[in-house]
Antibody
Framework: EVQLVESGGDLVQPGASLRLSCAAS????????LSWVRQAPGKGLEWVAN????????YYVDSVRGRFTISRDNAENSLYLQMNSLRAEDTAVYYC??????????????????WGQGTLVTVSS | AIQLTQSPSSLSASVGDRVTVTCRSS??????LAWYQQKPGKPPKLLIH???SLESGVPSRFSGSGSGTDFTLTITSLQPEDFATYYC?????????FGGGTKVEIK
């Protein structure tokens, strides 16, 4: 069974740092792109970042670029999100998700599944 | 960024009803659209990818259609466990984006 388990969420003050982890099992971790997606309380879903199989490609949503860093350890089957200079608007449940997709007809088609249960990050003074 | 607009934002329906949710993209995305179901306190669950490909294990009462800019999620006979929020998502270009969600409530 494919499982993704996030940890590391906490209540922190604005400007603080936090590192989230996602432990994966049940699939060949090193062969998949992985993403972080967040959901503010009562709001919709927002993609945050993703990373390719060997960690050489990383992409970020504009609102976190320069503050957040995604990384992975294929030996440990783990995904990470280092979050610095946290702001109140970063308050959300953070999900890790396996990314799937393919290139066809000159375009990408990608989707997310499965997802972990999420970890709550609260940024407040 | 490609914007996805879902409609309606909420709807009330009864068990057994046919329910349709639409998702409109601000740019053509071929068939590169996915649908998710989310229940309160739970992570999203992938239902459909590539606009119409049903994910393994998802009941056949769920179906998706569309291409280009207009897409539809249909539930042919609503079941009690289907009351949830549904999101569309595109990832044919960065950043991946989600629709605002459609909450399906019990009438």
């Amino acid at each position: 069974e494919v499982q993704l388990v996030e940890s590391g969420g906490d209540l922190v003050q604005p400007g603080a740092s936090l590192r989230l982890s996602c432990a994966a099992s049940g699939f060949t971790f090193r062969t998949y792109w992985l993403s972080w997606v967040r959901q503010a309380p009562g709001k919709g879903l927002e993609w945050v970042a993703n990373i390719n199989q060997d960690g050489s490609e990383k992409y970020y949503v504009d609102s976190v670029r320069g503050r957040f860093t995604i990384s992975r350890d294929n030996a440990e089957n783990s995904l990470y999100l280092q979050m610095n200079s946290l702001r109140a608007e970063d308050t959300a449940v953070y999900y890790c998700a396996r990314q799937q997709g393919y290139w066809s007809g000159g375009a990408w088609s990608n989707w997310f599944g499965p997802w972990g249960q999420g970890t709550l990050v609260t940024v407040s003074s | 960024a490609i914007q996805l607009t879902q409609s309606p934002s909420s709807l009330s329906a009864s068990v057994g009803d046919r329910v349709t949710v639409t998702c409109r993209s601000s740019q053509g995305i071929s068939s590169a659209l996915a649908w998710y179901q989310q229940k309160p306190g739970k992570p999203p669950k992938l239902l459909i990818h590539d606009a119409s490909s049903l994910e393994s294990g998802v009941p056949s009462r769920f179906s998706g259609s569309g291409s280009g800019t207009d897409f539809t999620l249909t539930i042919t006979s609503l079941q009690p466990e289907d009351f949830a929020t549904y999101y569309c998502q595109q990832f044919t270009s960065y950043p991946p984006t989600f629709g605002g969600g459609t909450k399906v409530e019990i009438k």
